[in-house]
């Protein structure tokens, strides 16, 4: 990325995929501690910037780039789908490029530009096993013995997807803190309400760990699409309206392809002033 450090502070970027946001920090440009401390002031939107997740670009001699995430109460994430389209999306205009790889926890994703504003990221297999998710012990997670029956589901973060008659008839704080902290998630986890609107369209709210009520979430998204086809619900491929826009979901045989569209907001500076008060 092009921003050059200024003597005030350190440069940031500030994203959003369907609503899903970001702040987004340049390693390559200029180094910083990121502290557990730093992330949860960033993420405080009276106090800070806010944002759903910081995103940490870095080089990595094995891609184009290394990711790193963390939620807004300070947290690691080991993916966040959104936020790897729109930083592959600004380093693919930046270099040229109409493809891209990138380094996160879930190893090398591919970038690809699919035009007309979209941008697509394949975010590997679906963790279908229960210790891979992971869960607490050995079960199917497919149908999980808590009330709704939800599905498991590892996308580099473990979530928990329920199907319901109507999304938007659920109290989503209340349910979402709940299962977040579920005893089967030592690792805590997202929680996705989804309702089927046809063979290959779906409805879905999000409460993501370490977060709370999110617009969107990229690989929320792609769980839920791989729970609802295990499921006989739907296909491969399917729509997905979120409370933030609609992304589209293709589980294929090298992984589950997320497409939609991205945005960065504007680009700033972190003074010095708020650095040092941290």
């Known amino acids: 990325m092009t921003q050059k450090t200024t003597q005030s502070g350190v440069p940031f970027m500030k994203m959003h995929g369907l609503g899903n946001d970001f702040v987004v920090l340049d390693a390559r440009v200029d180094s910083i501690d990121v502290t557990p401390a730093l992330a949860r002031a960033l993420a405080d939107r009276h106090k800070g910037v806010g944002f759903d997740q910081l995103a940490v670009v870095s080089d990595d001699e094995g891609a184009d780039v290394r990711l790193t995430f963390y939620n807004a109460d300070g947290s690691m994430a080991g993916a966040c789908g959104n936020a790897t389209r729109c930083i592959a999306r600004y380093e693919m205009d930046r270099l040229g490029k109409t493809d891209l790889t990138l380094v996160t926890e879930r190893g090398i994703l591919q970038a690809l530009d699919k035009g007309n504003g979209l941008t697509s990221v394949n975010m590997g297999q679906p963790q279908l096993d229960w210790k891979d998710v992971p869960l607490a012990k050995a079960m199917d997670t497919l149908e999980l013995p808590i009330e709704g029956h939800p599905t498991a589901t590892g996308m580099g973060n473990p979530h928990c997807t329920f199907f319901v008659e109507d999304v938007d008839a659920i109290d989503l704080a ?15 986890t997202n929680v996705q309400f989804a309702q089927v609107v046809g063979p290959d369209h779906l409805r879905m709210r999000v409460w993501e760990r370490g977060v709370g009520i999110t617009l969107a979430s990229g690989s929320s998204s792609c769980a839920t699409a791989v729970a609802a086809h295990r499921r006989g619900l739907t296909g491969h491929r399917v729509k997905i309206d979120l409370d933030g826009g609609q992304i589209e979901i293709d589980w294929c045989d090298d992984g589950v392809w997320m497409t939609g569209p991205t945005a960065h907001v504007f680009s700033a500076v972190l003074t010095a002033e708020f650095l040092a008060d941290l």
């Open 174 to 188: 209340q349910s979402g803190a709940l299962i977040e902290h579920h005893p089967l998630y030592p690792e805590r």
